[in-house]
């Protein structure tokens, strides 16, 4: 099992940026690939950005391409994602998701509680 914790979140204008990090414990980190997702308010909870375990494969909803950067490090139990040019449309409350697997995938097993961004409009 893995426990995920995730922070980072807030308030910040558009055009911002924010760091979010999921902080993993449990089994050895450098097992999991780690996705986020994202849900707004009404709507349903939507791919964001992933990466594989070894941090070599990373992959993006088309809507945060070029926005965000996912990136993790395995000695700190971490995985981050990099937020820039933040947009209304960002605001959600963001999981992390882990997956004892070497591959990307949208299939995770492991959800951590959230942390909600608000990009006001």
């Known amino acids: 099992q893995v426990h995920l914790v995730e922070s980072g979140g807030g308030l910040v204008q558009a055009g911002g940026s924010l760091r979010l990090s999921c902080a993993a414990s449990?089994?050895?980190?450098?097992?999991?690939?780690v996705g986020w997702f994202r849900q707004a308010p009404g709507k349903e909870r939507e791919f964001v950005a992933a990466?594989?375990?070894?941090?070599?494969?990373?992959s993006y909803a088309d809507s945060v391409k070029g926005r965000f950067t996912i990136s993790r490090d395995n000695t700190k139990n971490t995985v981050y994602l990099q937020m820039t040019n933040l947009k209304p449309e960002d605001t959600a409350s963001y999981y992390c998701?882990?997956?004892?697997?070497?591959?990307?995938?949208?299939?995770?097993?492991?959800w951590g509680q959230g942390t909600q961004v608000t990009v006001p409009s």
């Open positions: 998701a882990a997956r004892e697997v070497a591959w990307l995938t949208r299939d995770y097993d492991y």
């Open positions: 449990g089994r050895p980190f450098s097992r999991w690939t």
């Open positions: 990466i594989n375990r070894s941090g070599g494969s990373t």
